[in-house]
Protein backbone atom coordinates (compact mmCIF):
# COMPACT_ATOMS: atom_id res chain seq x y z
CA UNK A 1 0.00 0.00 0.00
CA UNK A 2 1.86 3.26 -1.51
CA UNK A 3 -0.09 6.76 -0.59
CA UNK A 4 1.47 8.56 -3.57
CA UNK A 5 1.66 6.10 -6.63
CA UNK A 6 -1.72 5.35 -7.75
CA UNK A 7 -3.10 8.86 -7.76
CA UNK A 8 -1.82 10.39 -11.33
CA UNK A 9 -1.89 6.55 -12.91
CA UNK A 10 -4.76 7.21 -15.28
CA UNK A 11 -5.83 3.89 -15.77
CA UNK A 12 -6.08 1.34 -13.07
CA UNK A 13 -8.01 -2.15 -13.09
CA UNK A 14 -11.63 -2.37 -11.95
CA UNK A 15 -10.90 -3.32 -8.17
CA UNK A 16 -7.30 -0.85 -7.91
CA UNK A 17 -9.55 1.73 -8.58
CA UNK A 18 -12.59 0.23 -6.25
CA UNK A 19 -10.63 -0.24 -3.31
CA UNK A 20 -7.08 1.57 -3.39
CA UNK A 21 -8.61 5.03 -3.88
CA UNK A 22 -11.32 4.45 -1.43
CA UNK A 23 -8.76 3.07 1.13
CA UNK A 24 -6.10 6.17 -0.01
CA UNK A 25 -9.35 8.21 1.38
CA UNK A 26 -9.92 6.12 4.70
CA UNK A 27 -6.11 6.50 5.33
CA UNK A 28 -6.97 10.42 6.37
CA UNK A 29 -9.90 9.09 8.61
CA UNK A 30 -8.33 6.42 10.32
CA UNK A 31 -6.04 6.63 13.38
CA UNK A 32 -2.69 4.74 13.94
CA UNK A 33 -4.31 3.61 16.83
CA UNK A 34 -7.41 1.74 14.82
CA UNK A 35 -5.05 -0.63 13.13
CA UNK A 36 -1.83 -1.05 15.06
CA UNK A 37 -0.77 -4.13 16.96
CA UNK A 38 -0.92 -3.75 20.33
CA UNK A 39 0.30 -5.25 23.59
CA UNK A 40 3.91 -5.76 21.56
CA UNK A 41 7.10 -7.70 23.17
CA UNK A 42 9.31 -5.61 23.75
CA UNK A 43 13.06 -6.59 24.72
CA UNK A 44 14.93 -5.00 27.56
CA UNK A 45 18.18 -3.35 27.90
CA UNK A 46 19.58 -6.11 29.71
CA UNK A 47 18.68 -9.57 27.41
CA UNK A 48 20.74 -10.45 25.23
CA UNK A 49 20.98 -11.34 21.76
CA UNK A 50 20.60 -14.87 22.08
CA UNK A 51 17.48 -14.39 23.92
CA UNK A 52 15.77 -12.23 20.82
CA UNK A 53 16.75 -14.59 18.36
CA UNK A 54 15.30 -17.36 20.30
CA UNK A 55 11.77 -15.51 20.73
CA UNK A 56 12.37 -14.45 16.91
CA UNK A 57 12.79 -18.37 16.03
CA UNK A 58 9.79 -19.50 18.47
CA UNK A 59 7.29 -17.20 17.37
CA UNK A 60 8.02 -15.86 13.91
CA UNK A 61 8.52 -12.26 13.63
CA UNK A 62 11.36 -10.60 12.24
CA UNK A 63 11.14 -7.45 14.54
CA UNK A 64 11.32 -6.16 18.25
CA UNK A 65 11.10 -2.75 20.45
CA UNK A 66 13.56 -2.34 22.63
CA UNK A 67 12.36 -0.39 25.91
CA UNK A 68 13.33 1.17 29.03
CA UNK A 69 10.68 1.78 31.42
CA UNK A 70 7.92 1.35 28.74
CA UNK A 71 10.07 4.38 27.08
CA UNK A 72 11.28 3.05 23.33
CA UNK A 73 14.83 3.19 23.23
CA UNK A 74 15.52 1.17 20.07
CA UNK A 75 14.37 -1.39 17.50
CA UNK A 76 16.49 -4.98 16.57
CA UNK A 77 15.15 -5.58 13.15
CA UNK A 78 16.71 -8.99 11.00
CA UNK A 79 19.04 -7.23 9.44
CA UNK A 80 20.49 -6.66 13.12
CA UNK A 81 20.15 -10.02 14.21
CA UNK A 82 22.35 -11.17 10.97
CA UNK A 83 24.69 -8.67 11.79
CA UNK A 84 25.20 -10.11 15.37
CA UNK A 85 25.23 -13.46 14.03
CA UNK A 86 27.98 -12.29 11.93
CA UNK A 87 30.17 -11.20 14.62
CA UNK A 88 29.58 -14.20 16.46
CA UNK A 89 28.46 -11.86 19.35
CA UNK A 90 25.15 -13.79 20.55
CA UNK A 91 25.93 -12.93 24.43
CA UNK A 92 25.99 -9.56 23.56
CA UNK A 93 22.68 -6.85 25.09
CA UNK A 94 20.56 -5.90 22.81
CA UNK A 95 21.54 -2.45 23.18
CA UNK A 96 24.68 -2.98 21.33
CA UNK A 97 23.56 -4.68 18.26
CA UNK A 98 19.87 -2.57 18.43
CA UNK A 99 19.27 0.24 16.00
CA UNK A 100 18.77 3.04 17.94
CA UNK A 101 16.22 5.83 18.10
CA UNK A 102 14.35 4.46 14.59
CA UNK A 103 11.68 6.23 13.02
CA UNK A 104 8.19 6.43 14.87
CA UNK A 105 4.71 7.48 14.59
CA UNK A 106 2.44 8.52 17.29
CA UNK A 107 -0.77 6.81 18.30
CA UNK A 108 -3.04 9.51 17.66
CA UNK A 109 -1.83 10.30 14.31
CA UNK A 110 -3.84 9.64 10.90
CA UNK A 111 -2.95 6.13 8.92
CA UNK A 112 -1.73 8.55 6.21
CA UNK A 113 1.25 10.01 8.38
CA UNK A 114 2.54 5.64 8.67
CA UNK A 115 2.42 5.22 5.17
CA UNK A 116 4.49 8.55 4.89
CA UNK A 117 7.24 7.32 6.43
CA UNK A 118 6.97 3.74 5.24
CA UNK A 119 7.56 5.55 1.47
CA UNK A 120 10.08 7.85 2.53
CA UNK A 121 12.65 5.51 4.43
CA UNK A 122 11.91 1.61 3.30
CA UNK A 123 11.78 0.17 6.40
CA UNK A 124 8.85 -2.68 6.88
CA UNK A 125 7.12 -1.67 10.84
CA UNK A 126 7.36 1.53 12.78
CA UNK A 127 6.96 1.37 16.49
CA UNK A 128 4.55 3.00 17.46
CA UNK A 129 4.42 5.71 20.30
CA UNK A 130 1.85 7.88 23.08
CA UNK A 131 2.01 11.48 23.60
CA UNK A 132 4.67 10.52 26.39
CA UNK A 133 6.79 8.62 24.22
CA UNK A 134 5.77 5.30 25.69
CA UNK A 135 5.77 2.22 23.06
CA UNK A 136 1.78 1.38 22.63
CA UNK A 137 2.13 -0.83 19.63
CA UNK A 138 3.81 -2.01 15.96
CA UNK A 139 2.71 -1.08 12.74
CA UNK A 140 3.46 -2.57 9.43
CA UNK A 141 1.91 -2.38 6.06
CA UNK A 142 -0.01 -5.54 6.39
CA UNK A 143 -1.43 -3.76 9.43
CA UNK A 144 -2.78 -1.11 7.34
CA UNK A 145 -4.20 -3.29 4.88
CA UNK A 146 -5.99 -5.12 7.35
CA UNK A 147 -7.39 -2.25 8.88
CA UNK A 148 -8.83 -0.74 5.83
CA UNK A 149 -9.95 -3.62 4.25
CA UNK A 150 -12.05 -4.31 7.42
CA UNK A 151 -13.53 -0.67 7.56
CA UNK A 152 -14.84 -0.97 3.52
CA UNK A 153 -16.13 -4.46 4.51
CA UNK A 154 -18.26 -2.39 7.53
CA UNK A 155 -19.18 0.59 5.22
CA UNK A 156 -20.53 -1.64 3.04
CA UNK A 157 -22.39 -3.53 5.66
CA UNK A 158 -23.62 -0.69 6.78
CA UNK A 159 -25.13 0.49 3.38
CA UNK A 160 -26.64 -2.63 3.26
CA UNK A 161 -28.20 -2.80 6.19
CA UNK A 162 -29.36 0.64 5.59
CA UNK A 163 -31.11 -1.05 2.55
CA UNK A 164 -32.41 -3.17 3.96
CA UNK A 165 -33.63 -1.58 7.08
CA UNK A 166 -35.65 1.02 4.34
CA UNK A 167 -37.00 -2.12 2.26
CA UNK A 168 -39.10 -3.08 5.11
CA UNK A 169 -39.73 0.29 6.34
CA UNK A 170 -43.69 -0.54 6.14
CA UNK A 171 -44.64 -3.69 6.98
CA UNK A 172 -44.28 -3.41 10.71
CA UNK A 173 -46.37 -0.15 10.84
CA UNK A 174 -50.00 -0.84 10.59
CA UNK A 175 -52.46 2.07 9.01
CA UNK A 176 -54.94 2.34 6.74
CA UNK A 177 -53.02 3.84 4.15
CA UNK A 178 -49.54 4.33 5.16
CA UNK A 179 -47.01 6.88 3.23
CA UNK A 180 -43.85 8.52 3.49
CA UNK A 181 -43.34 12.19 2.46
CA UNK A 182 -40.01 13.32 0.92
CA UNK A 183 -40.04 17.30 0.45
CA UNK A 184 -37.68 19.32 -0.78
CA UNK A 185 -37.59 23.33 -1.40
CA UNK A 186 -35.49 24.21 -4.58
CA UNK A 187 -34.22 27.52 -5.55
CA UNK A 188 -34.96 29.70 -8.55
CA UNK A 189 -31.47 30.19 -10.71
CA UNK A 190 -29.77 27.25 -8.23
CA UNK A 191 -27.97 25.48 -11.36
CA UNK A 192 -25.04 24.04 -8.70
CA UNK A 193 -27.12 22.36 -6.19
CA UNK A 194 -29.41 21.74 -9.48
CA UNK A 195 -30.49 17.41 -9.47
CA UNK A 196 -29.71 17.32 -5.56
CA UNK A 197 -32.89 16.82 -5.26
CA UNK A 198 -33.17 14.06 -7.49
CA UNK A 199 -30.40 12.70 -6.42
CA UNK A 200 -31.52 12.41 -2.85
CA UNK A 201 -35.19 10.94 -3.57
CA UNK A 202 -33.46 8.47 -6.28
CA UNK A 203 -31.42 6.87 -3.35
CA UNK A 204 -33.90 6.88 -1.67
CA UNK A 205 -36.07 4.72 -3.21
CA UNK A 206 -33.40 2.44 -4.35
CA UNK A 207 -33.07 2.06 -0.51
CA UNK A 208 -36.66 1.47 -0.26
CA UNK A 209 -36.20 -1.61 -2.75
CA UNK A 210 -37.26 0.36 -5.96
CA UNK A 211 -35.89 -1.72 -9.15
CA UNK A 212 -33.29 0.01 -10.71
CA UNK A 213 -36.12 0.96 -13.91
CA UNK A 214 -38.68 2.55 -11.34
CA UNK A 215 -35.63 4.69 -9.98
CA UNK A 216 -34.39 5.64 -12.98
CA UNK A 217 -37.84 6.57 -14.53
CA UNK A 218 -39.16 8.52 -11.47
CA UNK A 219 -35.54 10.39 -11.09
CA UNK A 220 -35.49 11.49 -14.28
CA UNK A 221 -38.84 12.75 -14.37
CA UNK A 222 -38.34 14.62 -11.09
CA UNK A 223 -34.92 16.66 -12.25
CA UNK A 224 -37.02 17.55 -15.21
CA UNK A 225 -39.36 19.14 -12.64
CA UNK A 226 -36.45 20.31 -10.51
CA UNK A 227 -34.52 21.56 -13.58
CA UNK A 228 -37.68 23.28 -14.93
CA UNK A 229 -38.08 25.12 -11.25
CA UNK A 230 -34.79 26.54 -11.72
CA UNK A 231 -34.99 28.01 -14.89
CA UNK A 232 -38.48 29.18 -15.18
CA UNK A 233 -39.84 30.12 -11.37
CA UNK A 234 -39.82 33.80 -10.19
CA UNK A 235 -39.32 32.63 -6.40
CA UNK A 236 -38.70 28.24 -6.76
CA UNK A 237 -40.79 25.86 -5.64
CA UNK A 238 -41.45 22.62 -3.69
CA UNK A 239 -41.18 18.87 -4.67
CA UNK A 240 -42.76 16.79 -2.60
CA UNK A 241 -43.08 12.67 -3.16
CA UNK A 242 -45.19 10.63 -1.69
CA UNK A 243 -44.26 7.10 -1.50
CA UNK A 244 -46.75 4.06 -0.73
CA UNK A 245 -46.13 0.63 -1.32
CA UNK A 246 -48.18 0.43 -4.32
CA UNK A 247 -47.59 4.22 -6.21
CA UNK A 248 -45.25 7.27 -6.31
CA UNK A 249 -47.01 10.29 -6.31
CA UNK A 250 -45.41 13.69 -7.32
CA UNK A 251 -46.39 17.57 -6.90
CA UNK A 252 -44.24 20.32 -8.15
CA UNK A 253 -45.85 23.30 -7.07
CA UNK A 254 -44.55 27.06 -7.39
CA UNK A 255 -45.97 30.75 -7.36
CA UNK A 256 -44.90 31.65 -10.62
CA UNK A 257 -44.69 33.00 -13.33
CA UNK A 258 -47.19 30.55 -14.69
CA UNK A 259 -47.75 28.96 -18.08
CA UNK A 260 -49.32 30.75 -20.88
CA UNK A 261 -50.26 27.62 -22.91
CA UNK A 262 -50.06 24.55 -21.37
CA UNK A 263 -50.97 22.34 -24.42
CA UNK A 264 -47.92 24.20 -26.20
CA UNK A 265 -45.84 23.66 -23.47
CA UNK A 266 -46.28 20.03 -23.44
CA UNK A 267 -45.43 19.86 -26.73
CA UNK A 268 -42.04 18.07 -27.82
CA UNK A 269 -39.06 21.14 -28.97
CA UNK A 270 -41.39 23.79 -27.64
CA UNK A 271 -39.43 26.50 -25.51
CA UNK A 272 -39.42 29.62 -23.70
CA UNK A 273 -35.96 29.21 -22.44
CA UNK A 274 -33.31 32.22 -22.62
CA UNK A 275 -30.53 31.99 -24.79
CA UNK A 276 -28.41 31.87 -21.87
CA UNK A 277 -30.02 28.78 -19.98
CA UNK A 278 -29.65 26.80 -23.48
CA UNK A 279 -26.08 27.58 -23.56
CA UNK A 280 -26.02 25.57 -20.30
CA UNK A 281 -27.37 22.66 -22.17
CA UNK A 282 -31.11 23.03 -20.99
CA UNK A 283 -34.22 24.59 -23.10
CA UNK A 284 -34.34 21.72 -25.64
CA UNK A 285 -38.23 22.02 -25.01
CA UNK A 286 -38.14 17.92 -23.90
CA UNK A 287 -38.67 18.17 -20.75
CA UNK A 288 -42.23 18.00 -19.90
CA UNK A 289 -42.62 15.48 -22.79
CA UNK A 290 -39.60 13.69 -21.30
CA UNK A 291 -41.67 13.59 -17.88
CA UNK A 292 -45.31 12.42 -19.87
CA UNK A 293 -42.89 9.42 -21.03
CA UNK A 294 -41.23 8.34 -17.52
CA UNK A 295 -44.59 8.67 -15.56
CA UNK A 296 -47.90 6.73 -15.81
CA UNK A 297 -50.22 9.78 -15.55
CA UNK A 298 -49.31 13.48 -15.15
CA UNK A 299 -51.33 16.48 -14.74
CA UNK A 300 -50.39 20.14 -15.74
CA UNK A 301 -52.11 22.80 -14.09
CA UNK A 302 -50.93 26.49 -14.41
CA UNK A 303 -53.14 30.10 -13.99
CA UNK A 304 -50.51 32.59 -15.70
CA UNK A 305 -49.34 35.03 -12.92
CA UNK A 306 -50.09 32.79 -10.18
CA UNK A 307 -48.37 29.45 -10.47
CA UNK A 308 -48.15 26.12 -11.65
CA UNK A 309 -48.61 22.50 -10.34
CA UNK A 310 -47.23 19.76 -11.71
CA UNK A 311 -48.82 16.41 -10.37
CA UNK A 312 -47.00 13.28 -11.48
CA UNK A 313 -47.15 9.39 -10.42
CA UNK A 314 -46.38 6.67 -10.58
CA UNK A 315 -47.78 3.00 -10.18
CA UNK A 316 -45.81 0.01 -9.07
CA UNK A 317 -46.74 -3.80 -9.73
CA UNK A 318 -46.71 -6.34 -6.75
CA UNK A 319 -42.88 -7.28 -7.69
CA UNK A 320 -41.85 -3.50 -7.42
CA UNK A 321 -43.81 -2.61 -3.84
CA UNK A 322 -41.78 0.23 -1.84
CA UNK A 323 -41.25 -0.46 1.80
CA UNK A 324 -42.12 -4.04 1.58
CA UNK A 325 -40.44 -7.17 0.87
CA UNK A 326 -40.38 -7.54 -2.71
CA UNK A 327 -37.73 -9.49 -5.48
CA UNK A 328 -35.76 -6.59 -5.34
CA UNK A 329 -34.89 -5.98 -2.18
CA UNK A 330 -34.56 -9.43 -1.46
CA UNK A 331 -31.66 -9.57 -4.26
CA UNK A 332 -29.79 -6.48 -2.75
CA UNK A 333 -28.87 -8.02 0.17
CA UNK B 1 -16.51 -2.19 -23.65
CA UNK B 2 -14.95 -1.47 -20.38
CA UNK B 3 -13.42 2.05 -19.42
CA UNK B 4 -10.01 1.27 -19.40
CA UNK B 5 -10.85 0.36 -23.79
CA UNK B 6 -12.99 3.43 -23.47
CA UNK B 7 -10.16 5.69 -22.53
CA UNK B 8 -8.03 3.87 -24.98
CA UNK B 9 -10.04 4.14 -28.09
CA UNK B 10 -10.76 8.24 -27.18
CA UNK B 11 -7.59 8.79 -26.60
CA UNK B 12 -8.67 10.37 -23.37
CA UNK B 13 -7.46 11.31 -19.95
CA UNK B 14 -9.45 10.70 -16.71
CA UNK B 15 -10.04 13.83 -14.84
CA UNK B 16 -11.59 11.96 -11.55
CA UNK B 17 -8.73 8.95 -10.43
CA UNK B 18 -11.48 7.63 -7.94
CA UNK B 19 -14.60 7.21 -10.38
CA UNK B 20 -15.87 3.88 -10.43
CA UNK B 21 -14.29 2.08 -13.80
CA UNK B 22 -15.76 -1.60 -13.20
CA UNK B 23 -18.97 -0.54 -15.11
CA UNK B 24 -19.26 -2.16 -18.15
CA UNK B 25 -20.01 0.45 -21.20
CA UNK B 26 -22.59 -1.00 -23.63
CA UNK B 27 -23.43 1.89 -25.60
CA UNK B 28 -23.45 5.33 -26.66
CA UNK B 29 -25.06 8.40 -26.93
CA UNK B 30 -23.73 12.04 -28.37
CA UNK B 31 -25.62 15.40 -27.33
CA UNK B 32 -25.14 18.38 -25.99
CA UNK B 33 -28.63 19.18 -24.63
CA UNK B 34 -29.79 17.29 -21.52
CA UNK B 35 -33.34 16.95 -22.02
CA UNK B 36 -32.29 15.01 -25.11
CA UNK B 37 -30.17 12.91 -23.37
CA UNK B 38 -32.64 12.06 -20.43
CA UNK B 39 -35.23 11.96 -23.58
CA UNK B 40 -33.36 9.14 -25.55
CA UNK B 41 -30.25 7.31 -23.55
CA UNK B 42 -30.57 4.05 -22.64
CA UNK B 43 -28.87 2.80 -19.38
CA UNK B 44 -25.26 1.78 -19.20
CA UNK B 45 -24.20 4.59 -21.99
CA UNK B 46 -20.95 6.46 -22.14
CA UNK B 47 -22.15 10.11 -22.74
CA UNK B 48 -20.87 12.00 -25.06
CA UNK B 49 -20.70 15.58 -24.50
CA UNK B 50 -19.19 19.34 -25.07
CA UNK B 51 -21.05 20.26 -21.90
CA UNK B 52 -18.78 20.81 -18.61
CA UNK B 53 -21.35 21.93 -15.56
CA UNK B 54 -22.35 19.80 -12.83
CA UNK B 55 -25.75 19.08 -14.91
CA UNK B 56 -23.86 16.94 -16.92
CA UNK B 57 -22.95 14.52 -13.91
CA UNK B 58 -26.76 15.19 -12.39
CA UNK B 59 -27.96 13.96 -16.04
CA UNK B 60 -25.53 10.76 -16.07
CA UNK B 61 -26.83 10.26 -12.68
CA UNK B 62 -30.06 10.27 -13.45
CA UNK B 63 -29.87 8.16 -16.70
CA UNK B 64 -27.66 5.21 -15.37
CA UNK B 65 -24.63 6.63 -17.91
CA UNK B 66 -21.74 4.54 -17.28
CA UNK B 67 -18.95 6.69 -18.06
CA UNK B 68 -18.94 10.69 -19.42
CA UNK B 69 -16.35 11.95 -22.34
CA UNK B 70 -15.79 15.57 -22.85
CA UNK B 71 -15.25 16.36 -26.61
CA UNK B 72 -12.75 18.67 -27.76
CA UNK B 73 -10.32 18.05 -25.01
CA UNK B 74 -12.78 20.62 -22.18
CA UNK B 75 -12.15 20.88 -18.47
CA UNK B 76 -14.63 21.03 -16.43
CA UNK B 77 -15.07 23.13 -13.55
CA UNK B 78 -13.98 21.97 -9.96
CA UNK B 79 -18.15 21.72 -9.09
CA UNK B 80 -18.24 18.90 -11.87
CA UNK B 81 -15.55 17.12 -10.96
CA UNK B 82 -16.01 17.10 -7.74
CA UNK B 83 -19.92 15.92 -8.31
CA UNK B 84 -18.47 12.82 -10.72
CA UNK B 85 -16.31 12.41 -7.66
CA UNK B 86 -19.04 12.09 -5.42
CA UNK B 87 -21.17 9.75 -7.70
CA UNK B 88 -18.15 8.11 -8.94
CA UNK B 89 -19.11 8.49 -12.50
CA UNK B 90 -15.80 8.52 -14.72
CA UNK B 91 -15.56 11.91 -16.45
CA UNK B 92 -12.73 11.60 -18.97
CA UNK B 93 -11.39 14.19 -21.24
CA UNK B 94 -10.66 13.97 -25.13
CA UNK B 95 -9.05 16.21 -27.50
CA UNK B 96 -11.24 14.94 -30.71
CA UNK B 97 -14.45 16.24 -31.22
CA UNK B 98 -18.26 14.75 -31.17
CA UNK B 99 -18.05 13.25 -34.92
CA UNK B 100 -14.81 11.93 -34.90
CA UNK B 101 -15.13 10.15 -31.28
CA UNK B 102 -19.13 8.63 -32.73
CA UNK B 103 -16.95 7.49 -35.10
CA UNK B 104 -14.26 5.83 -33.35
CA UNK B 105 -16.38 4.32 -31.12
CA UNK B 106 -19.11 2.88 -33.45
CA UNK B 107 -15.79 1.73 -35.55
CA UNK B 108 -14.87 -0.33 -32.05
CA UNK B 109 -18.03 -1.98 -32.18
CA UNK B 110 -20.21 0.19 -29.53
CA UNK B 111 -23.89 0.25 -30.43
CA UNK B 112 -26.18 3.52 -30.16
CA UNK B 113 -27.77 3.59 -27.22
CA UNK B 114 -29.65 6.42 -28.55
CA UNK B 115 -33.35 5.61 -29.08
CA UNK B 116 -35.03 7.06 -32.03
CA UNK B 117 -38.07 9.79 -31.54
CA UNK B 118 -40.04 7.44 -33.86
CA UNK B 119 -39.88 4.49 -30.10
CA UNK B 120 -40.90 7.72 -27.43
CA UNK B 121 -44.36 7.73 -27.97
CA UNK B 122 -46.24 8.89 -24.96
CA UNK B 123 -47.77 6.27 -23.05
CA UNK B 124 -48.67 8.86 -20.10
CA UNK B 125 -52.53 8.88 -19.08
CA UNK B 126 -54.20 12.01 -18.00
CA UNK B 127 -53.69 12.12 -14.13
CA UNK B 128 -56.35 10.66 -12.32
Known amino acids: ?333 | MNAEELIKTVEGTLINPDADLSKEIKGGCGADLMSDVLASIQPEAVLLTGLCNPQVVRTAQMADVSAIVLVRGKLPPQETIDLANNERIPLITSPYGMFELCGRLYQNGLKSFESSVADGDCSCEQFS
Do not use: W
Open chain 1, 1 to 333: MNATSNRSTVVLTDQQAESITRSEELAYELRISEVMTRNVRAASPEMQMKDVVEIFRKTGISGMPVTENDHLIGIISMEDIFHCLMEGDLNAYTTQYMTPNPYTVKDVDLVVEALKVFVATGVGRLPVVDTEGKLSGIITKGDITRGLLKVLQSKTQEEEMRRYRASHLFEDIESDRTSLILRYTIKQHDFVHGGAASSNIKRALLRLGASPQIARRCSIAIYEAEINLIIHTNNGGIIRVEIEPHQITIDVTDDGPGIADVEQAMKPGYSTASEEIRELGFGAGMGLANIARCVDSMKLESVLGKGTRLRMKINLESKDTLGESNPNSMEKR
